[in-house]
C-alpha cells in the first residue's frame, strides 16, 4: 500500500539546471498538490491539480510548471534552477476539495540548489 | 484569504505532561475544517487530527484533542501524557470547501525526559 510516492527523495541542481520531480499516487485520487517547505514558512503550495490534464497555479508558482498527463501522476518541473528554490519539495493527494478531505503526503524531496 | 498562525516557533514540555499548541485562522467562510499534522524528524507528514465548523464537539484522537474555539478562531491542539516520540513539528492547517489546504509556519515541540 505505497500511497504517495515522490521520486528522488534527495538531489543537488547546479544553478540553471533543470529537472522534474515525479509523485505518483495508487489511492485514485483526483486532486493532487505540490508544497514546498521552508524554514519558519510551513508548507507553501505551489501547484495544484483537479484532475488528470488540469492544473492551476497555487500561492508560489513562478519558476516552476507542472503537468498531469495521467490521474495517477503529477511532475513538477524547474526550468532553470535558482537558489531560492532550495527548500524540502511535498506532493499531496486527496479524493475531493471538501473541506473535510484530509491530504495525503508523500515523503518529501530535498532539493538544494548550489 | 486563508491565512493560518501559529505564534510557538518552539515549545518544550516534560516527559507525561500535557501540552498545548496555539493555532488561530482567519477565514470567512462559514464552512472549513481544521487538521493536524505531526512532522518528525525523518521528514514524513503525519495526519493527527481532524475537525469541522460545525462540529459541536472538540475532536479527539487517543492522547490529542482539539480544543476548538469557533468564535475565537482558534484550534488547538492539546497533547496529553507527552511521550519522547511526541517530539516533532506541527502543523495547523485548514480547509475551505473547494479550496487547497493551508498550513501555519509550524511548532517545533521537544519533550524532555
Known amino acids: 500500500n505505497a500511497g504517495v510516492t515522490q521520486t528522488p527523495k534527495f538531489r543537488v541542481l547546479k544553478t540553471g539546471q533543470s529537472m522534474t520531480l515525479l509523485c505518483a499516487q495508487d489511492m485514485n485520487h483526483e486532486y493532487m498538490y505540490w508544497y514546498r517547505q521552508d524554514p519558519g514558512m510551513g508548507l507553501r503550495l505551489i501547484h495544484y491539480s483537479v484532475g488528470e490534464g488540469t492544473t492551476a497555479k497555487g500561492e508560489v508558482p513562478d519558476g516552476y510548471n507542472v503537468s498531469r498527463l495521467k490521474k495517477q501522476n503529477f511532475l513538477l518541473g524547474l526550468e532553470s534552477a535558482a537558489p531560492s528554490q532550495t527548500s524540502v519539495y511535498f506532493c499531496a493527494s486527496s479524493y475531493s476539495s471538501g473541506s473535510d478531505t484530509e491530504a495525503f503526503f508523500g515523503q518529501g524531496t530535498r532539493l538544494t540548489v548550489v | 484569504a486563508q491565512k493560518i498562525t501559529q505564534t510557538q516557533p518552539g515549545m518544550f514540555v516534560q516527559e507525561k505532561e500535557a501540552v498545548t499548541l496555539d493555532c488561530t485562522y482567519d477565514?470567512?467562510?462559514?464552512?472549513?475544517?481544521l487538521f493536524w499534522y505531526k512532522q518528525p524528524s525523518s521528514g514524513e507528514m503525519i495526519f493527527l487530527i481532524y475537525?469541522?465548523?460545525?462540529?459541536?464537539q472538540n475532536a479527539t484522537e487517543g492522547r490529542y484533542s482539539l480544543n476548538f474555539q469557533k468564535a475565537r478562531k482558534s484550534a488547538n491542539l492539546v497533547i496529553s501524557a507527552s511521550q519522547l516520540g511526541d517530539s516533532a513539528m506541527y502543523f495547523c492547517a485548514m480547509r475551505e470547501v473547494g479550496n487547497d489546504m493551508r498550513f501555519g509556519a509550524g511548532t517545533r515541540l521537544t519533550v524532555k525526559p
Open positions: 475537525q469541522g465548523s460545525y462540529d459541536q
Open positions: 477565514t470567512s467562510d462559514p464552512s472549513y475544517g
